[in-house]
């Protein structure tokens, strides 16, 4: 173990001040996804969706050394077919430089303890099939895996 292994995690909920932190977060995560992403764009919405009680959306940010090395985020949502509240994981990042540290253990941890505060039946997500990293690591967890396809459909130009 090297002493960058050693250094404490502290991981918060995120509130609509922290968007600032998450923003470089989100970047590296839809780099590493290949996806393309908001950049500057709708901060605002971000931060309204932070705030509230409950809010919108739920996040999570992983420090180390003061340093944002993860984040998770989350919604509530229904599923019609179970009948029940579940957490939608929508997502779950760690810096490359900070992985297999257990940060990502933590973070996960961190949204299973909320999705059981919040009365959930379950939590529910998706990575790209080829990130085979993730997969193993959601198999760990005890996770099931289901084959699906995801769709976007996007409802105005620009957005």
Same mark, same amino acid.
């Given at each position: 173990m090297n002493a960058a292994d050693a250094v404490p995690v502290l991981i918060r909920r995120a509130g609509a001040a922290d968007v600032?932190?998450? +923003?470089?977060?989100c970047a590296a995560h839809a780099a590493y996804e290949r996806?393309? %992403?908001?950049?500057?764009q709708r901060?605002?919405? +971000? &931060? @309204?969706?932070? %705030?509230g009680e409950p809010p919108p959306l739920? *996040?999570? $940010?992983?420090?180390?050394?003061e340093q944002a090395v993860g984040y998770a985020s989350a919604t509530l949502d229904f599923s019609t077919l179970d009948r029940a509240s579940y957490l939608h994981l929508d997502c779950l990042y760690v810096a490359d430089d900070w992985r297999n540290r257990s $940060?990502? *253990?933590? +973070?996960?941890?961190?949204?299973r303890t909320h999705a059981l505060d919040l009365g959930c039946r379950a939590i529910q997500w998706q990575t790209? &099939?080829?990130? $085979?990293? *993730?997969? @193993?690591?959601?198999?760990? +967890?005890?996770a099931t895996?289901? &084959?699906k396809r995801r769709y976007s459909f996007r409802?105005?130009?620009?957005d």
């Open positions: 600032p932190t998450l +923003l470089p977060l996806l393309p %992403q908001a950049g500057e901060l605002d919405a +971000l &931060a @309204r969706a932070l %705030q739920y *996040a999570w $940010i992983a420090f180390a050394a $940060i990502g *253990a933590a +973070l996960w941890e961190r949204a790209p &099939a080829w990130n $085979i990293d *993730a997969a @193993r690591f959601y198999r760990r +967890l005890g895996e289901m &084959a409802l105005r130009e620009g």
